[in-house]
């Protein structure tokens, strides 16, 4: 019986520090580290919801701002040197009495502190990466409940953990996160605020008796089109522990998707039971784009003498996945190819970080469409990167339904990590739980052991900066971990890090070894190398200027204005991430709207290039995942969708080059390669049409090239200057592929070398729905138009369909979508275009709405 203890009834507190020791020997926070609290804070009860965080109850009691609204972020700083008391009182149900067990349990707590019930302390809590159950027998009463949970500061949790253990080297001046089992960048990272905040995630109290279902692991230990085997593992408690009862049955249905129902059962003997479950003729679970998604309802039932105790219940794919690290035949290198179904996928993917600073509130709809718009982008692989959380259930359930593959990190980013207890007892619970917990999902291919943290020891001066015999991680990733994982999920492969070459004693982000960040190549210098999985690389850029005025206003929309500028989190600033990058490719602006399009449109390219690039020289390498997805508040960041949703021109970049089967020109050995990239399980007939055009948009030659392209793989058709001869002005000529929707770009110089003319476009609204939530916008080009893109002035909008290169008389229609409702309709736009920026004189009038 499960009675809920969230929602509304509880009220949240400041504390004043404590300063005995509670766990471990290590003392509390002291005193002097805590703040002074603003006015009206001290003694003050505010109601709070759970699940929630405290900086949700302090906005909603309008004790603190908005963080992403001016500079809510910094005035807010005090929160996190804050201890905070958790309370509600509860009455216990009716129908939980007379059960032989009443626990308490936790979701997640984040992240140090203490559980009391009824003035009694229930234990210590001190990781927000797996759930807490106490046993509340003897303490919880019929009526009157008093439950408080309190929680101390995070900052001051891991400055005196840094000042008790001795301070260890973390990436960058940031607080030292490692001290404490907790979502290291809501400390801060180089793409978001620092917004540490404590909180409780769902609760309840669970009444039950004679035993319950602790976890259930369904491994899909062998996978083909014949037959399917299940090794089904199941862990209970028993009321009374260490007494088996008598007349205990597992009893296990698989309910397949073609109607066909496999079913097992077998006696308890122990607190662990094992079956064994065959499918012939198994109904295949596929990545996106290789295949459909089936799942297939699981239910596992605990019954004692016939009666149901417990029930458990997952949807679950039948399919095998297996990491290719064969080393090359003249050892020179390896592979690192997954393989699922025994058919090896490149992998097109982004690093997810979490959807909101304030994770325990979790916006359900809002990560269901960054999933969704990661379909749109044609992307098969999300990497649940190592310094922020591990998803919700829903997360996975998610991705298992959109076919969408999960490199699942261990949380672990940039830094030395201690070995010593309590930490080594509190990494191994957390694996174990995670690895149980996500081992029903058929999305979830691979586990890693964390974020740059070895590559951080062994090039980034860590391991100079330890003192003799200090630890720094090593263990958990070559050790811990990959012992867990083997024990409770052989099933998937396990890497140690990211970037990993497979031994401490090569580099860690070796190109020709196990998989590498590509963060000292940028944009066109990606061509120089040939990884053989690139699990990181991006270009920053800033959010669309709608994004900035509702987050710092209209007076801040300057370049250099100290409410953006104070927002750049990156190394080097502005200077370094935009003052000296923009000006090698662009014309130099003053408009702030310009400078915001040029290191968008920047980030485009990037991210084509270098994804066309990875996808061009497969199989060598066979995976290109960049960095980021999704974004958490308004600031520049290596995002293509920025947080209010609304994707970035690198986006539509990435939609096209990592579509199944695209067209792509590749420079290379001084020539322009035509490529086709298909990396769908079908060959690929058809025909590529290579233009030269001309500054006015008119082709100065075309020719049509029929091809062939093998499955799953790519193919160079031809040589582009063979087909339509070489390029006789570099500034007024391009060169342009199409293949039905695929079209791609070679501009032969740098934009600000070009002198492209430019004619305004005819834009109109051509079609809006029925409830005014959508709206097509056709432009048509008069003269060539690079890179033609239009931008709705209304900030809460997606477009589809945007981002294209138009020949003279050519058009694309824009679908522009409302996620708020749009005060004007049609709504007002202007187009862009990489024209602007080249040795062409433009009228800036022409770039207004």
């Known amino acids: 019986m499960i009675q809920s203890i969230a929602g509304d009834a509880w009220t949240v507190r400041a504390l004043v520090p404590a300063a005995p020791p509670v766990h471990g020997g290590i003392p509390r926070p002291r005193t002097e580290d805590a703040p002074a609290l603003p006015e009206g804070v001290a003694g003050k009860r505010f109601s709070a919801v759970v699940p929630g965080c405290v900086h949700d109850a302090l906005r ?43 626990d308490l349990v936790f979701d997640s707590i984040d992240t140090r502190g ?12 001190e990781n927000q990466f797996h759930p807490w159950r106490f046993d509340v027998r003897g303490i919880v009463r019929t009526l009157g409940n008093s439950l408080a949970v309190d929680l101390d500061g995070p900052v001051t949790t891991v400055l005196e ?71 089904l593992h199941a862990e209970l408690e028993f009321a009374r522990e260490g007494i088996v009862p008598d007349g205990l049955e597992l009893e296990v249905d698989l309910v397949l998707d073609d109607g066909r129902v496999v079913t097992e059962r077998a006696r308890v003997r122990g607190a662990s039971v094992s079956m064994v479950l065959t499918i012939d003729r198994p109904p295949l679970w596929w990545p996106r784009g290789m295949g459909q998604q089936r799942l297939h309802p699981l239910t596992v039932r605990l019954r004692c003498a016939g009666s149901l105790l417990y029930s458990w219940s997952r949807r679950i794919g039948l399919r095998s996945v297996a990491l290719d690290t ?15 179904n025994g058919v090896p996928v490149f992998c097109r993917g982004a690093n997810w970080i979490p959807e909101s600073p304030f994770p325990m509130r979790g916006d359900r709809a809002r990560a269901r469409g960054l999933l969704e718009q990661a379909c749109e982008a044609n992307l098969n692989m999300l990497r649940v990167w190592g310094g922020g959380q591990y998803e919700p259930q829903w997360w996975y359930e998610a991705c298992d339904e959109l076919g969408l593959m999960v490199w699942q ?25 995670q690895v149980a917990r996500l081992s029903a999902h058929p999305s979830v291919v691979l586990w890693c052991g964390g974020n740059e943290d070895i590559l951080a020891w062994f090039s980034w001066g860590f391991r100079e900066r330890l003192r003799e015999g200090q630890s720094w991680g090593r263990r958990i990733w070559l050790e811990w971990l990959p012992a867990i994982c083997a024990d409770l999920d052989p099933t998937r492969p396990y890497w140690a890090e990211s970037p990993w070459s497979g031994s401490l004693d090569i580099h860690p982000n070796d190109p020709d070894r196990g998989d590498r960040h590509t963060w000292d190549l940028k944009l066109d210098a990606y061509r120089q190398q040939v990884p053989r999985f690139c699990s990181e690389f991006g270009q920053q850029s800033q959010p669309a200027v709608c994004t900035w005025r509702g987050a710092v206003g209209d007076e801040a929309l300057r370049i250099g204005h100290p409410a953006i500028a104070v927002r750049q989190r990156a190394w080097g600033g502005d200077e370094e991430q935009y003052g000296k990058v923009l000006p090698q490719w662009f014309a130099p602006t003053e408009d702030f709207g310009a400078w915001v399009w040029q290191g968008q449109l920047l980030q485009a390219r990037a991210m084509r290039w270098a994804i066309e690039w990875y996808r061009a020289n497969r199989p060598r390498c ?91 793989a790519s193919t160079v ?10 390029i006789s002005d570099a500034a007024c000529e391009v060169l342009v592929a199409d293949c039905g929707e695929s079209r791609s770009t070679h501009l032969p110089q740098r934009d600000a070398l070009m002198r492209l003319p430019f004619r305004e476009p005819l834009r109109e609204c051509v079609r809006s729905s029925a409830g005014g939530r959508r709206e097509t916008w056709r432009v048509t080009a008069q003269g060539l138009l690079v890179d033609a893109w239009l931008e709705p002035l209304w900030p809460w909008v997606r477009t589809h369909g945007n981002l294209r290169t138009l020949l003279d008389g050519e058009s694309m229609d824009v679908e522009v979508e409302w996620v708020t409702p749009c005060s004007e309709v049609p709504v007002r736009t202007w187009v862009r275009c990489a024209n602007e920026f080249g040795g062409h004189p433009i009228d800036p009038r022409a770039f207004r709405p």
């Not at 058709?717 to 070489?726: L, N």
């Open 326 to 340: 064969a080393p090359d035949a003249d050892g020179s290198g390896a592979a690192f190819a997954l393989r699922v």
């Open 717 to 726: 058709v031809c040589i582009a200057e063979d087909e339509v001869g070489g």
């Open 409 to 433: 990190d261990f949380m672990f980013a940039c830094a030395t990590y201690p070995e010593e207890q309590p930490y080594e007892d509190a990494i191994k619970a957390e694996a174990r739980h």
């Open 622 to 712: 066979m995976g290109a995942l960049f960095w980021q997805w999704n974004d958490v508040w308004t600031g520049p960041s290596w995002s293509v969708i920025d947080v209010t949703g609304r994707p970035k021109p690198a986006f539509h970049a990435v939609r096209d080059a990592c579509a199944p089967r695209a067209i792509a020109l590749i420079p290379r050995d001084g020539v322009v390669h035509v490529v086709a990239m298909n990396d769908s399980t079908e060959s690929w007939s058809s025909s590529v049409t290579i233009h030269r055009v001309g500054a006015d948009g008119r082709a100065i030659r075309t020719v049509r090239v029929p091809f062939n392209a093998a499955a799953q």
């Open 60 to 102: 909603a009691a309008g004790v603190i701002r908005d963080p992403d609204v001016g500079d809510g972020e910094a005035a807010q700083e005090w929160v996190g040197r804050t201890a905070w008391g958790w309370h509600r009182t509860l009455d216990l149900e009716e129908r939980a009495r007379g059960h032989e067990r009443i």
């Open 161 to 231: 953990r840094a000042r008790t253990l001795g301070e260890r080297p973390v990436n960058g001046d940031w607080t030292p996160y490692p001290f404490l089992r907790k979502s290291a960048c809501s400390f801060g990272w180089d793409w978001g605020p620092k917004l540490p905040s404590t909180g409780i995630g769902a609760c309840w109290l669970h009444a039950w008796s004679i035993a319950r279902i602790e976890a259930v692991r369904p491994l899909v230990t062998s996978c083909s089109a014949e037959r399917a085997t299940i090794d």
């Open 114 to 125: 203490s559980v009391w019930m009824n003035g009694q302390c229930l234990g210590h809590v």
